[in-house]
């Protein structure tokens, strides 16, 4: 039973990786794009630094260090802030990131 789960499993993925390989090529192809984003969360430690946002109404999480993220973590001001992504677009909700940064509201 564990070998057929494996298997569907190894079969599935092999046949979306040409669907992913498109998605980024489509990504690739399309213009940038600056987005700002409200910050839900975000967790600062020595090796495990996150960013949640919300998209789409479903909460993302991106992996990374910037300092400020220190600041907002320690002293809980989130609501001050914002995540500013360059992104090129691809298919349906997807998205390629260019980069990142957090920033304060305007």
Not at 74 to 99: E, P, T
């Amino acid at each position: 039973m564990l070998l057929v789960f494996f298997l569907s499993w190894f079969i599935t993925g092999l046949f979306l990786i040409p669907i992913n390989c498109y998605i980024i090529y489509r990504a690739k192809d399309s213009t940038a794009e600056t987005i700002f984003l409200d910050i839900k969360g975000i967790v600062a430690r020595p090796r495990n630094n996150k960013v949640f946002y919300n998209y789409y109404g479903s909460t993302n999480v991106i992996y990374g260090k910037v300092q400020i993220m220190d600041d907002i973590y320690d002293g809980n001001k989130i609501k001050n802030y914002q995540l500013k992504m360059v992104i090129h677009k691809a298919l349906f909700r997807s998205f390629i990131i260019d980069h990142w940064e957090i920033v304060k509201r305007t």
